[in-house]
Structures are given as C-alpha cells and as structure tokens.
C-alpha cells in the first residue's frame, strides 16, 4: 500500500524547481561579450517579466520536496509503509530574448525520488522538457508611475526519457505530453513594489501504461491507455524588485479539471485529481563583484491539497547573465 505524493505537486513542483532555475553551463563555450552592471529583471518560466533583445539568462536549481502527510482524496492521513517521501532534482534552464518584445525559455529537470520506510525502490531519470514563449502584447505606463506588461504565453512540455508513471508515489512523472496557454500580467510601480500573475491551462495527452486493463475512478478499463484531464493553474504574487534585489512571496493554486481520488489503501494512479494551494517565497540577488551572476533562492509549503502530499520544498541556484 502506498501513499499519496505530491505528483500533482511533483510535475509542479519539478515546474517549481524549473521555476527559478536556468543553466550556466555552455556561456564558457560560446564566443560573448558580458552584459554589463545594469539592473536585470529577475525572470524565470513563471512570472510575467521579459529580458532584453539578445540578453541571455542560464544557469542550474537544485530542489528538495519531502512529505510524511498527504490527502487520499479529502481526507489528510500518512503512511506508515513509506514514511517520508523525498523528491530531488537538478534543473537547468536557459532563457533568451528575441526581442523586446518576446522571450522563449528551455528547461529541463533530472529527478530522483525515495522513500524513508518500506520497500518500495526510488525511481530516477531525466523528466519533461519545457518550452516556453513569452509574448508581450501590451506595455503602458498606469498613473504615470507604473509600468504594466500584459503577456501572451504559450510552450509544451514533453518527456525525455522512458520513465513510467504507473508506479506513484515513486515515479519522476507522468509521461504526458503537455500544451500551454497562459495569460499573465505584471505591474511594477517606480519605488520597486510589483504583483505579478497570470491563468494557465494545460492540454494534457493521453498516457500509455505497461499493462492491459486498470480500474480507476469506479470503473474498470480493459485498456493500457488513460485519458488524462486538463489542469487549470493560477498563480499571484506580490514583491519588491530594485538594484540587484527581487524578493517575490505568492500564492499558486492547481486544479486538475476531471479524475478520480484515490482508493481507499491504494496507491495514487496517474489520471487522479490533483489539487493543491502552495505559498511560495523567493530571493533573487546578483552577487557583488561578480555582477552577471544571480543567486536563487527559494521556499515552498502546499497549504491545502487533493490527494497530493503536504509538501514542504527548498530550492537553490544560480543564474547567469549575459548579451549575445
């Protein structure tokens, strides 16, 4: 028997690993000239801001999500057969602005999980790669104090390697391939407070399992292949940005729009409805003296969940800047 994990919280969460990271490992290979000591606008896949035309963000996240709780449906219980649940990865992440006007990102997170107590074995791997555009569609100056950008997003994600997702609490995903859609909206007053947001739907595919027939949701399927519902996210977020300093804190919210909770002593399936409410915090700071390199820091608690684990998750990084 096995427990409930933050799956929905771990393809988000992996998004969150994702969300403040970047890759700094090619910037030593490519020909560049470094940008200079101006202020650079913290950007990452999940806010609303842009870089500048041919600015190259790139770097690498490590993130650490655990729990010893979780939500079987409505009802919150632990597990004595798993204990602690432990997701880890290391995500690099390179971001790119075209132009002023749109901005495309790559991300890619390695995962491995384990679990504290029983037998079940950790699973590891690369997961889903993320493409991401990000399209500014609007740009006015409000009260002749603050800048709003309005953004048009779209991107997929797919997975890299042949992981499977029929064995939660331990799987690194769920193997659907993913489109994006995102309206999102970012208002910055000139003393450096900002909220930041957007609404997002994910398309999600179906998945394909090592086995002829499941049973979910009530019904019996003679079949290896699940439909997977859509999921709906919304994210908001206040905080103050200025100099070398972005310090965000917000509130982002999963609702998987169809499937069904987990049985009663069973493990997670992959199609299952997963809800969850997370409080995040970050910092963002250039390091002195060395003024291209950006250090990432992160926190993340799921408040309140549908058959996901209470999660508490740490992340830590860097970033570097640079012009083509």
């Given at each position: 028997?096995?427990?409930?994990?933050?799956?929905?919280?771990?393809l988000?969460r992996?998004?969150?690993?994702?969300?403040?990271?970047?890759?700094?490992?090619?910037?030593?290979?490519c020909?560049?000239t470094?940008?200079?000591?101006?202020?650079?606008?913290a950007?990452t896949?999940?806010?609303?801001?842009?870089?500048?035309?041919?600015?190259?963000?790139?770097g690498?996240?490590?993130?650490?999500?655990?729990?010893n709780?979780y939500w079987e449906?409505?009802v919150?219980?632990?597990?004595?057969?798993?204990?602690?649940?432990?997701t880890?990865?290391?995500?690099?992440?390179?971001g790119?602005?075209?132009n002023?006007?749109?901005?495309?990102?790559?991300?890619l997170?390695y995962?491995?999980?384990?679990?504290s107590?029983?037998?079940?074995?950790?699973?590891?791997?690369?997961?889903?790669l993320?493409?991401?555009?990000?399209?500014?569609?609007?740009?006015?100056l409000?009260?002749g104090?603050?800048?709003?950008?309005?953004?048009a997003v779209?991107?997929?994600?797919?997975?890299?390697s042949?992981?499977?997702?029929d064995?939660?609490?331990?799987?690194?995903?769920l193997?659907s391939?993913?489109a994006i859609?995102?309206v999102?909206?970012?208002l910055?007053?000139r003393?450096g407070?900002f909220?930041d947001?957007?609404?997002?739907?994910?398309?999600?595919?179906n998945?394909?399992?090592d086995?002829?027939?499941y049973y979910?949701d009530g019904?019996?399927?003679?079949?290896?292949?699940?439909?997977?519902?859509?999921?709906?996210m919304?994210?908001?977020?206040?905080?103050?940005?200025r100099?070398?300093w972005?310090i965000?804190?917000g509130?982002?919210?999963?609702?998987?729009?169809?499937?069904g909770d987990?049985?009663?002593q069973?493990?997670?399936?992959?199609?299952?409805?997963?809800n969850?409410?997370?409080?995040?915090?970050?910092?963002?700071?250039f390091i002195?003296?060395?003024?291209?390199?950006?250090?990432?820091?992160?926190?993340?608690?799921t408040l309140?969940g549908r058959?996901?684990?209470?999660?508490?998750?740490?992340m830590?990084g860097?970033?570097?800047?640079f012009h083509?």
């Amino acid at each position: 028997m096995h427990s409930r994990p933050g799956l929905g919280a771990l393809l988000r969460r992996l998004a969150a690993c994702v969300r403040g990271a970047s890759p700094s490992l090619f910037v030593a290979a490519c020909g560049l000239t470094i940008a200079g000591t101006r202020p650079i606008a913290a950007q990452t896949l999940e806010d609303a801001e842009m870089l500048r035309a041919r600015e190259v963000h790139a770097g690498v996240m490590y993130g650490s999500s655990s729990w010893n709780e979780y939500w079987e449906g409505t009802v919150k219980r632990s597990n004595g057969n798993v204990g602690t649940v432990e997701t880890q990865s290391i995500a690099v992440h390179v971001g790119y602005g075209v132009n002023q006007r749109l901005t495309m990102i790559a991300a890619l997170p390695y995962v491995w999980t384990g679990a504290s107590d029983g037998v079940l074995q950790g699973m590891s791997g690369r997961q889903d790669l993320t493409l991401l555009a990000k399209y500014r569609v609007a740009n006015p100056l409000v009260a002749g104090r603050a800048r709003l950008k309005v953004l048009a997003v779209a991107g997929a994600t797919m997975p890299t390697s042949d992981y499977t997702p029929d064995f939660l609490p331990m799987s690194i995903g769920l193997q659907s391939k993913n489109a994006i859609t995102r309206v999102a909206a970012h208002l910055q007053d000139r003393t450096g407070w900002f909220v930041d947001g957007y609404a997002e739907r994910l398309w999600r595919s179906n998945v394909t399992l090592d086995r002829s027939a499941y049973y979910t949701d009530g019904q019996y399927f003679e079949t290896n292949e699940v439909s997977m519902p859509d999921v709906a996210m919304y994210r908001g977020a206040i905080g103050w940005q200025r100099g070398i300093w972005c310090i965000p804190v917000g509130i982002t919210a999963q609702r998987t729009l169809g499937g069904g909770d987990i049985r009663r002593q069973d493990m997670p399936f992959v199609s299952n409805r997963m809800n969850h409410t997370t409080a995040h915090a970050e910092l963002m700071v250039f390091i002195p003296g060395a003024s291209n390199l950006r250090l990432d820091l992160g926190a993340a608690r799921t408040l309140s969940g549908r058959n996901v684990g209470q999660s508490t998750s740490i992340m830590a990084g860097f970033t570097y800047v640079f012009h083509l």
